[in-house]
């Protein structure tokens, strides 16, 4: 069995539905592994699957998870805000068959393929050998243009020498001023507005990566001033605990020191002081010291004593705010 994970709730994971290396089925096994008791499934800007393929076929994913002693939340990491990077909001419990999530799929897919698809082109236009040929082809396992993600890029970035790892070509992207394209992202605020009218909530994933100063359209801000806005416009949770030290933040406090700060900043006023891995697999793609499940998250007493959370657990459908 695999080594016993830190943490019994990991609120933020990804599978091949977005940029991890998992199946959903994969994702709730290698949990298992891990002795979690809680799991959330959080692939970027797409609903959540229902079911998982099993070896008796098509099995509905709740019950899966509870198979293997797992609750399984189901659930969606929107990109929101168009001028600043890595402004994520994990949202858990909605009503995914409401048209707003029909339509952000629909909306994110396209700004994607535009903006990666220039991206790309930018970065061969500077002598390195890639191209968008190269991103579908995946390593030898295709994907239709729709399923990219852009640590996809930052994947073979790393491969052909721009950088040593997929987190410092994203962060050598990030300092890149000829490589910021902009894609259209949603308003942050009215992600939390829907998540909420959907009957789910919403949780800022990461907030330490989300670089200071905060430059929005005519005008600067702090990284606290601008969570203080998601704050004013009803925000649930945030994340305390998370790998920052197996990603792309560039500040120079530790992980631990950074779940200190945010539990000093915004215990009591948050009704969430979450956590997640955002683990992806990649140890699957040779990924040296890859985040693991469990590594980060919030333990299983504070899962279910927190209102919010416990709600989760009970049942899948989405509850009137």
């Known amino acids: 069995m695999s080594e016993k994970a830190k943490f019994a709730c990991d609120l933020h994971c990804h599978t091949i539905r977005s940029d991890g290396c998992d199946t959903p089925r994969e994702l709730i096994d290698s949990a298992a592994e891990r002795g979690l008791k809680v799991l959330a499934i959080t692939d970027h800007d797409v609903r959540p699957p229902k079911t998982v393929d099993t070896d008796e076929g098509e099995m509905d994913l709740l019950e899966y998870g509870r198979l293997r002693g797992i609750t399984v939340l189901r659930g969606c990491e929107v990109s929101c805000e168009t001028q600043v990077e890595d402004v994520h909001i ?45 991103i ?38 990030k300092e890149t001023p000829r490589y910021q394209v902009k894609r259209p992202k949603p308003d942050p605020l009215e992600v939390i507005a829907e998540a909420h009218r959907c009957g789910g909530i919403a949780i800022l994933a990461h907030p330490y990566l989300i670089n200071e100063p905060v430059q929005l359209e005519g005008e600067t801000l702090s990284r606290a001033e601008y969570i203080e806005r998601l704050i004013e416009a009803g925000l649930d949770g945030i994340e305390a605990e998370y790998t920052y030290d197996k990603t792309s933040y560039s500040g120079s406090l530790t992980r631990e020191e950074i779940a200190r700060e945010v539990r000093a900043l915004y215990s009591g006023r948050l009704a969430i002081i979450s956590g997640g891995s955002d683990y992806h697999a990649d140890h699957k793609k040779g990924v040296k010291n890859a985040r693991a ?29």
């Open 90 to 134: 994990v949202l858990l419990g909605c009503d995914w068959s409401d048209g707003f999530f029909t339509e952000l799929e629909e909306q994110v897919q396209r700004s994607k393929i535009e903006s990666y698809q220039r991206l790309v082109e930018l970065i061969r236009e500077d002598g390195y050998p890639i191209s968008w040929e190269d």
């Open 293 to 321: 499940i469990g590594e980060a998250g919030v333990s299983e007493e504070y899962f279910y004593s927190n209102p919010l959370l416990a709600r989760l657990a009970r049942t899948d459908e989405a509850l009137p705010r």
């Open 136 to 173: 579908l082809n995946n390593d030898g396992k295709p994907i239709a243009p729709e399923l990219t993600q852009k640590k996809m890029i930052f994947e073979r970035l790393a491969k052909i020498g721009f950088a040593e790892s997929w987190s410092e070509a994203k962060l050598k992207c």
